[in-house]
Structures are given as structure tokens and as C-alpha cells.
């Protein structure tokens, strides 16, 4: 499927669906190889790998269901933290939510991380870093003028 890209909420990794499919085959293989082992922890890691490619079968025909290019955030919340330098935005989605779609980012303000975000699978941080540019213009414009800048900012739908 053209564009689509699950992102793993553990280590990150993007993979299209035959990435998936490769990644619950590689667990099957695990777990065929604990079925054929025994000993003492024998029992233990066959239920772990078990549980691991129902988990991951869950995920890889969730992923066939939907298709997150056509899932737009709802709203996006974008936060500035000064302590840090660093927008913190939250991405909400209608439910039901698409699997391991993200739902919150940092942005620090400078080009290349912007580009880097602008540039991912994932529309709502495509989406959230735009908006980030956004609101990170209004607040220099209003801090060049010597007026209050914004601590936070929220978009919606219909605004974006």
C-alpha cells in the first residue's frame, strides 16, 4: 500500500505491510523454535512467544483495516515550554483511533527538525510540524513587537 507506514511505539521503526508480515513470521519462527526446546524456562518461553505473535498478528491485520492516510487529526495542541525550548504538541484523532497512529511529539524550532517532521510517514506529524512553524511565527512576530507571545495554541480540523 502506497504511503502507508506503521510506526512501532517501542523502537520507532516504520514498516509497510510486508515489513509487518515479515515481523509476525519472525515471531512464529520464535515461537516454533521455544515449542521444540525443553527445560526449566522451556514452558515460560513458549507462552511469551505465543502471546508475542497474537500481539503482533493483532496489530498486522489492524494495520490491513485501516488506512492511516486517510485518518486526519482532529484537533492539535501545541504547547510551548520555555524551560526547554521546545514545542510539545498532542495530536487527537476520532475515535476509534487507527493503531500506533502518534499521538504527541517535540519540535525544537530550528529548520532541519522541521524538515525531518515535515518529511514523516505519518500525517499528524507531517501535520503537527506545520503547525509548529506556524505558531512559532506568531510568537516571534509577537515577542519582535514587544507584545505577549502565546504559550499555547490550539488547531482544529476545519482550521488546518
Not at 502506497?2 to 512464529?28: H, K, N, Q, T, Y
Not at 487529526?73 to 500506533?100: G, K, T
Request: proline share 6%; with cysteine; charged share 35%.
Amino acid at each position: 500500500m502506497a504511503g502507508f507506514g506503521f510506526r512501532c511505539a517501542i523502537c520507532g521503526e516504520v514498516m509497510d505491510l510486508d515489513g509487518l508480515s515479515r515481523w509476525v513470521a519472525e515471531a512464529e519462527r520464535h515461537r516454533d523454535d521455544a515449542c521444540s526446546r525443553s527445560g526449566s524456562f522451556a514452558h515460560a518461553d513458549r507462552e511469551f512467544w505465543q502471546r508475542e505473535v497474537y500481539r503482533r498478528r493483532r496489530i498486522l491485520y489492524e494495520a490491513r483495516e485501516v488506512p492511516p492516510a486517510t485518518v486526519r487529526p482532529e484537533m492539535i495542541l501545541v504547547l510551548y515550554d520555555a524551560a526547554e525550548d521546545v514545542y510539545r504538541c498532542r495530536i487527537f484523532y476520532r475515535e476509534p483511533r487507527p493503531p500506533n497512529m502518534v499521538e504527541s511529539v517535540d519540535v525544537r524550532d530550528n529548520p532541519g527538525e522541521l524538515l525531518r517532521l515535515r518529511t514523516d510517514p505519518d500525517p499528524g506529524v507531517r501535520m503537527a510540524a506545520e503547525r509548529v512553524e506556524e505558531f512559532g511565527a506568531v510568537r516571534k512576530r509577537a515577542l519582535e513587537d514587544g507584545l505577549y507571545a502565546p504559550l499555547r495554541r490550539v488547531f482544529y480540523t476545519n482550521g488546518m
